[in-house]
C-alpha cells in the first residue's frame, strides 16, 4: 500500500502458507532449542516438521524436562544433536536462539534457499536464588517461546489434546 510504513516484522503463517520444516538452534541443544521444538511440536507438530541442534551437543537440563511436564509436555525422549548431526537440511525456517547458534546456520544456509530468523532468548542456566527462583527463568522462558512462537506462526489449536 502506497505511504503504509513499511513493517520488517515477520508476519504470522496462514495455514496454506506455513513452512513444512522448522529447525530451532542454540548452543548445546539442552535448554533453548529443545523446548522451543517441544513447543512448536505441541502446537503445530500435526502440519509442520520441526528439529533442533545445538552448535554442539548436551543432555537435555533436567529443568527443561521439570518445566514443560508442568504443561503437559514430554521431552525425556530427547536426543541432543549439533549441526553436524543433521541428516537432512531440508528447512523452511532455521531459528536460532543464540548468537554462537545465529553465525553457524548462516555458515550452514549460505548456499541454500532457507529463512534464518534471529530471536535473541534469555538463558536460564544464568539464573541464581533459589531452586524455585531458578525454576521460574526457566517457566519464563518457556512461556515466552510459547508466547513467540504463537506470534510468528499464528494460533491454531494444539496438535494434542
Known amino acids: 500500500?502506497?505511504?503504509?510504513?513499511?513493517?520488517?516484522?515477520?508476519?504470522?503463517?496462514?495455514?496454506?502458507q506455513m513452512?513444512?520444516?522448522?529447525?530451532?538452534?542454540?548452543?548445546?541443544?539442552?535448554?533453548?532449542?529443545?523446548?522451543?521444538?517441544?513447543?512448536?511440536?505441541?502446537?503445530?507438530?500435526?502440519?509442520?516438521?520441526?528439529?533442533?541442534?545445538?552448535?554442539r551437543k548436551s543432555p537435555v537440563d533436567p529443568m527443561v524436562i521439570e518445566v514443560l511436564d508442568e504443561i503437559g509436555i514430554d521431552v525425556t525422549k530427547h536426543k541432543p544433536k549439533s549441526f553436524d548431526d543433521l541428516e537432512d537440511t531440508s528447512f523452511d525456517l532455521v531459528i536460532t536462539l543464540t548468537p554462537q547458534a545465529q553465525h553457524r546456520a548462516m555458515e550452514l544456509t549460505r548456499t541454500m534457499a532457507v529463512d534464518v530468523e534471529y530471536w535473541p532468548t534469555p538463558d536460564p542456566t544464568a539464573a541464581s536464588?533459589?531452586?524455585?527462583?531458578?525454576?521460574?527463568?526457566?517457566?519464563?522462558?518457556?512461556?515466552?517461546?510459547?508466547?513467540?512462537?504463537?506470534?510468528?506462526?499464528?494460533?491454531?489449536?494444539?496438535?494434542?489434546?
Open 129 to 161: 536464588g533459589s531452586r524455585e527462583q531458578v525454576l521460574d527463568a526457566y517457566r519464563a522462558l518457556r512461556d515466552w517461546l510459547m508466547a513467540k512462537i504463537k506470534e510468528r506462526f499464528g494460533p491454531l489449536a494444539p496438535a494434542k489434546g
Open 1 to 16: 500500500m502506497k505511504g503504509a510504513p513499511s513493517d520488517p516484522a515477520p508476519r504470522p503463517f496462514a495455514p496454506a
Open 19 to 55: 513452512p513444512s520444516a522448522v529447525l530451532f538452534s542454540c548452543n548445546f541443544n539442552a535448554v533453548r532449542s529443545p523446548m522451543a521444538e517441544a513447543l512448536m511440536k505441541y502446537l503445530y507438530g500435526h502440519i509442520v516438521y520441526v528439529d533442533s541442534v545445538g552448535v
